[in-house]
């Protein structure tokens, strides 16, 4: 039973480039979450989406970046003209249903580490 | 806002020896808390949570945790470790009713023989 893919893994890109991270979560999970760690911090929520649709995107920054999870395939985090700044490792997580952290666990993904040059 | 801290960067560690990682946390009310591990090219999986009722939560892997509301702390703990156990370390805290989860910057422990 495979985990939450990430791919891909390490991504370098330079300034003004765009990038694309991918995230295909665990068989039978509709739910997805991205988080972001800048250098030195903890994870931070982004973003929150079930199929065809973004149920919380309060974390995400309003220019530049957007999250989509289509009816098929992964979902895609998307940075647009990238600076510096976005450099980062971006976490994937799923869970099976919509809930609480009190009665659905978040399966993480192993990360896309994007470098900006 | 809720906040989390992990003191330690980088602790290292002797095989068999025990293992203590810190971690306090900023919240107005008591949250759930979490710690999660990573091991090189994985993903981030879950060693224990807390939400209420006993203070001291096993986990998996010869871990547990102690909940200390007067110090606002949830630390880590393991008797003896094991080679096995060298990766980096992530206390995470959420609030009730909620899915957002915040983590600490982590802790990286490297096991020596």
């Known amino acids: 039973n495979a985990g939450v893919m990430q791919n891909p893994r390490h991504l370098v890109r330079r300034r003004g480039q765009e990038a694309r991270l991918r995230c295909s979560p665990m068989k039978g999970h509709s739910h997805v979450y991205w988080y972001r760690q800048l250098p030195e911090e903890g994870l931070k929520f982004m973003v929150y989406l079930q199929k065809e649709n973004i149920i919380d995107e309060s974390g995400m920054p309003k220019e530049r970046f957007s999250a989509e999870f289509p009816k098929e395939g992964p979902s895609i985090l998307r940075i647009q003209q990238v600076v510096r700044g976005d450099s980062a490792a971006y976490f994937c997580?799923?869970?099976?249903?919509?809930?609480?952290?009190?009665?659905?666990?978040?399966?993480f993904g192993p990360g896309t580490r994007l470098t900006v040059l | 806002a809720q906040s989390v801290t992990q003191p330690d960067i980088h602790i290292t560690v002797s095989e068999g020896a025990s293992l203590e990682l810190r971690c306090n946390y900023s919240?107005?009310?008591?949250?759930?808390l979490f710690w999660y591990v990573q091991s090189p090219g994985q993903g981030l999986q879950l060693l224990l949570k807390y939400f209420s009722g006993d203070t001291l939560v096993q986990g998996i892997k010869g871990f547990e945790a102690e909940f200390k509301r007067s110090q606002s702390s949830f630390n880590l703990r393991k008797p003896s470790v094991h080679w096995s156990d060298a990766a980096e370390y992530f206390c995470?805290?959420?609030?009730?009713?909620?899915?957002?989860?915040?983590f600490g910057a982590g802790t990286t422990v490297t096991v020596r023989a």
């Open positions: 997580a799923s869970s099976s249903s919509r809930g609480t952290l009190g009665d659905n666990e978040q399966f």
């Open positions: 919240y107005g009310a008591t949250p759930y």
């Open positions: 995470a805290v959420g609030p009730l009713g909620d899915y957002k989860l915040s």
